[in-house]
């Protein structure tokens, strides 16, 4: 069997393919054996809920001839740890992975960012395939090459900008997804609509509920795919337009921080900086406000928080944001919006606008 | 002040100047805001034995305005460890290290291979600066971008290719080093006399003793550093030529491991892996003995060990070859020489002759 990938992504003057499809586990063995990303063995390291999937996985690079160690993370954000990152080199070491094998992480963000990392240090670099079964890493953190784990002092502090040999996205495995973290991930779907224009925009706005019709769910996200892909053929090192990704998430991430990494996921702390950047957008960059308006209404309709809750302070979040370690010592480096698809970098609206925003969405 | 670098190195598209002299380190400031390779802040890793020369380069950086926290490890293979890159990593967070700020590395092989993994990996890479303070650290380690740490399981199992943004080899800080460890910088020396060719080997075998006339040592250094960056220009990611740096370590890294990297050190271990190199290039390669000799010669008139320890096993040599994570699964790959400047790679001299050629080495 041959497939053609749904589409091909460059960085750093290397291209890989983005495999999307119903079912494409059962044909990672092929997939990998194909691109001749693993000589002898890939280390399957997977999120310890879906287990299920990494042993499809598994079975199927088998089949093709390689042997496939499995290895379980515990879930959570907790798992991206150096501690963790020696724990799996060293069962990587006892497994015979050599040089010219490869790690195939199966999961989310977490495993993604963990097993990336890995892939990237372990005997200075062995292939790396991205199997993301959350619709955030499908849109998200399975393309572009960011790895890393967390330090006390903050998350992603030690990691590496690595690309796959190839991403295999298979739908299916969106189908036992929790209904939470289904939204979560439909909130970086809405980021990309803002950020590639009226035309996404619009499908993401008409979009029924999720997960929605199989064959338009493979079809968007190979769109939010397909506008990642471009800003990071642009700029992999994050250097210029790739901040544009940050849409929404200068904000998002004091929230998400300041309460705690508890109170909001991940999808649903974007939501509310979505908002707050829209805000600020229309304060400094003459945004029309029916786009926030429209913008809400989508969120809402997909269970995402449009209001913050009055337990996390306004004061906490700003200090959080000013940590985020792509902040500059002075300014905050927003991410504004004119109108949907023309994103702009650097915008500094000042701590006073950012914490009016902030505060009005306590609604 | 302004300085030509004694050579330009390139590697992955990118240049970086290798300044060489005496009296370097009070210039670290100059030449590293020169360079423009931190913002704001230099964080001056260093091996504890050479806190005086850190001290010297943390007083050169702050007096061009950078900020220069200090960081003493502790000296020896053991500092090579993901727990002593987490202490570290934290130490620059909590020191307000930022992305577009830098490392300096101060010291040994062992503090330019931590520090360089910190610097590939801190907040997904930050500046680089090699000042590397002993003769095998400016002839080897300093170029050519590897970096990494150790797990149980090997050596460097944990690493990457990042290169420097510029490095800084003073040679005043070779008079303070132990002889036995200017004898081990000399093994490297040597070897890169056998690889360049048999003008160099005739400079390497006229050296008197060590460390030698300054202006001719840094141009001996100077040279050394040349073949080496020439080599990783060609093939940074270590797939093809870059193998051929390996002379005399396929052995040598067999009896440094059979010896718990106890009785001898690398320079000592790969004194002895050249002779054996040489053995073995004589029989299947057409060396002329008298190479062997003459290194010989060399080897023994600079202190370094010319014949195996009867306490270190030859089956335990063996044994430790094989897990050298550059070998291959059944071959070898070693590197021989048909004669000075002509290394070739991937020989495969079979099991019985490397046993062979161990035991001459018990004379």
Not at 29 to 51: C, F, M, P, R
Not at 75 to 90: D, F, M, Q, T, Y
Not at 168 to 193: N, Q
């Amino acid at each position: 069997m041959s497939r053609e990938p749904a589409l091909t992504a460059e960085a750093g003057g290397r291209s890989y393919p983005v495999h999307l499809g119903d079912g494409l586990l059962a044909a990672t063995g092929e997939l990998v054996a194909e691109a001749k990303l693993a000589a002898d063995a890939a280390l399957v390291i997977h999120d310890a809920n879906v287990a299920n999937y990494a042993a499809t996985v598994a079975t199927s690079l088998e089949r093709s001839g390689l042997r496939a160690p499995l290895l379980s993370v515990a879930p959570g954000e907790a798992s991206k740890s150096l501690a963790e990152v020696e724990r799996i080199c060293r069962h990587a070491a006892r497994n015979g992975v050599r040089r010219r094998d490869a790690v195939v992480a199966v999961g989310g963000g977490v495993i993604g960012d963990l097993a990336g990392f890995v892939a990237a240090s372990y005997q200075r670099g062995v292939g790396l395939v991205h199997v993301p079964t959350t619709l955030l890493a499908m849109v998200d953190s399975a393309i572009g090459g960011k790895t890393g784990v967390d330090l006390p002092e903050g998350k992603n502090y030690v990691g590496a900008v690595y690309q796959p040999g190839a991403v295999l996205m298979d739908t299916a495995t969106l189908a036992s997804l929790p209904p939470r973290e289904l939204s979560c991930g439909f909130a970086e779907v809405v980021k990309y609509g803002l950020l590639d224009g009226e035309e996404l925009f619009s499908v993401v706005e008409s979009w029924p509920e999720l997960p929605g019709p199989a064959d338009d769910l493979a079809d968007l996200i190979r769109r939010c795919v397909a506008h990642k892909v471009g800003v990071v053929q642009a700029d992999e090192m994050d250097l210029g337009v790739r901040a544009t990704l940050n849409l929404g998430h200068t904000v998002g991430h004091g929230i998400e921080a300041a309460a705690g990494y508890a109170r909001y996921h991940h999808g649903e702390a974007i939501s509310l900086g979505l908002l707050a950047a829209l805000r600020i957008s229309e304060r400094i960059a003459g945004l029309d406000p029916e786009w926030r308006e429209r913008t809400r209404r989508i969120l809402e309709r997909h269970r995402l928080p449009v209001r913050l809750d009055s337990a996390v302070g306004t004061a906490d979040i700003e200090d959080r944001m000013g940590r985020d370690k792509k902040a500059d010592a002075v300014s905050l480096n927003m991410v504004v919006l004119p109108r949907p698809g023309e994103p702009q970098t650097n915008a500094d609206p000042g701590r006073e606008m950012v914490r009016e925003a902030i505060e009005e969405l306590r609604g």
